[in-house]
């Protein structure tokens, strides 16, 4: 079922009959059909607080998080119109309705073609159908769930203007958001841009802002992360803070490309079901074959940041695989790049696993890892809380029993219990060297002296080597394990 404006609200010269200007908008009504009644859990549908956003106004202010220097710029105003894609599934109508309104007030008008939101058949069609009233806003639903590739492609089908803004449905753009964007890609189709994601807290929806030295990349189990720049990018850019900043992965959720070009590089992969990966593989297409990513810090926008999903995956989150080989067929016509060629140019502080290693990435006890504190040759090692930014923190365990961070081994010194621990230079066959995985990969255990690594004393000197014990202190685990 399709429910839209027959006509382009283009045409229109105040504002389309039937529809009415935001600021016209009943607020109160749309929001209060879904409150959260008393005695129900705030958290249960959104996994953010829903009584929170809904005491929000729709176009409350945010406080400008931009760097100084971008207050001052002068944004060409003959820009390429875009057509705002949203989808979404069940979704809190106040954080919809607080999505939609920041897009038409933080953006010239002339600049935004249309809002496309697409409802990914959520309970309750009237969520997306009653916004449908609101100038500009055009609504496609789904007669069943299609997930988020699916319907991205759908809404993109749809859009009218040349360029496609794809934001995520609990979202608030900043000042000025849409046009630092625009001047990208008008200049270079085969840009793609994300603004800087602020965080908007997900328990009392303050818009806190976000650090902007970061860029996106991702670990070896496929899940995105953010990557500190490295220290020769931040020298780079300490004459110019705001120039745009390359990037090897995008978020995902928010990002602004050229509409040819999107269909070009072969929109999203049409049998990726539900979500999540879409940002890891659209990223690799447009480095590969051709593209450039990047993040442009005059442009913030908010998004809620959750720490679970808040739908379901139908058939379960294991079988959301199919077959890729029309995509790879498109991959030759296209002339795309190897993976390696990314991982070298892209992304070249990426470590790559090797065919040596059995396990690789962080060791995590809890929420900290085993971390070399900086130290070198000789030097002991401990715990800091986990960064997901590899650094001090990345450790190989290899087929050769070593524990490697670059080349230093964990070394046994003393082979009685309670001794401490040392980096030292990895030498083939010292058996002061070897490591192996116990009890379900949870463990490590010196070979040697059958002593198990140990966190007790950390914080009194480094790790130490004790007997072997269920103590969670002895509980240590690799981000990826090679070895089942
Ligand atoms: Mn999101």
Redesign the pocket.
């Known amino acids: 079922m399709d429910i839209y404006w027959p006509y382009s609200s283009y045409v229109c010269v105040f504002v389309c009959p039937g529809k009415v200007r935001w600021q016209d908008f009943d607020q109160d009504l749309y929001v209060g059909a879904t409150v959260v009644r008393p005695g129900q859990d705030p958290y249960a549908r959104n996994k953010f607080n829903q009584v929170e956003s809904d005491k929000l106004r729709m176009d409350r202010a945010v406080p400008d998080t931009r760097h100084d220097h971008c207050r001052h710029k002068q944004w060409k105003s003959d820009l390429p119109a875009s057509s705002v894609v949203i989808t979404f599934h069940n979704e809190a109508r106040s954080a919809l309705l607080r999505t939609v309104v920041s897009v038409l007030k933080k953006s010239p008008p002339h600049l935004v073609r249309e809002i496309i939101l697409v409802d990914d058949y959520s309970d309750n069609p009237e969520d997306g159908a009653l916004l449908g009233k609101i100038e500009k806003v055009r609504v496609l639903r789904n007669d069943r769930r299609e997930g988020l590739m699916r319907s991205r492609v759908r809404g993109a089908d749809a859009a009218t203007a040349p360029v496609l803004t794809f934001l995520?449905s609990?979202c608030e753009c900043n000042d000025h958001w849409l046009e630092p964007l625009l001047e990208r890609v008008a200049e270079d189709k085969t840009r793609v841009v994300s603004p800087i994601i602020d965080v908007i807290n997900m328990d009392n929806f303050q818009y806190v802002g976000a650090s902007a030295d970061l860029k996106g990349g991702f670990d070896w189990n496929l899940v995105f992360k953010w990557d500190y720049m490295t220290l020769e990018q931040r020298r780079a850019r300490q004459g110019n803070p705001i120039a745009p900043i390359k990037t090897p992965m995008i978020a995902g959720?928010l990002f602004v490309m050229d509409k040819e070009y999107f269909e070009q590089l072969g929109k999203y992969d049409m049998m990726m079901d539900v979500w999540g990966g879409e940002n890891l593989e659209i990223s690799f297409r447009v480095w590969q074959c051709g593209g450039s990513l990047e993040i442009i810090p005059c442009s913030r926008v908010g998004?809620?940041f959750?720490k679970q999903h808040p739908y379901t995956f139908p058939g379960g989150s294991g079988t959301v695989f199919a077959s890729i080989q029309s995509r790879l067929e498109m991959k030759k016509r296209l002339g795309c790049k190897p993976f390696k060629w990314y991982l070298e140019n892209v992304y070249p502080e990426l470590r790559v696993p090797d065919h040596q290693d059995i396990a690789f990435g962080a060791l995590q006890q809890g929420g900290n890892c085993l971390d070399t504190l900086g130290h070198f040759a000789d030097g002991v090692v401990g715990v800091y809380e986990c960064h997901n930014a590899g650094g001090n923190q990345e450790w190989a365990l290899t087929k050769d029993k070593s524990v490697k961070h670059m080349d230093l081994c964990l070394t046994v010194v003393d082979r009685t219990s309670g001794s401490l621990i040392k980096l030292q230079g990895c030498r083939e066959n010292d058996s002061r060297q070897k490591w192996e995985q116990i009890e379900s990969n949870s463990k490590l255990r010196h070979v040697g002296s059958n002593l198990c690594l140990d966190s007790r004393s950390a914080r009194m000197g480094g790790l130490t080597v004790e007997v072997c014990s269920p103590s969670l202190n002895q509980q240590w685990k690799f981000t990826l394990n090679l070895q089942s």
């Open positions: 995520d609990h959720g998004h809620v959750r």
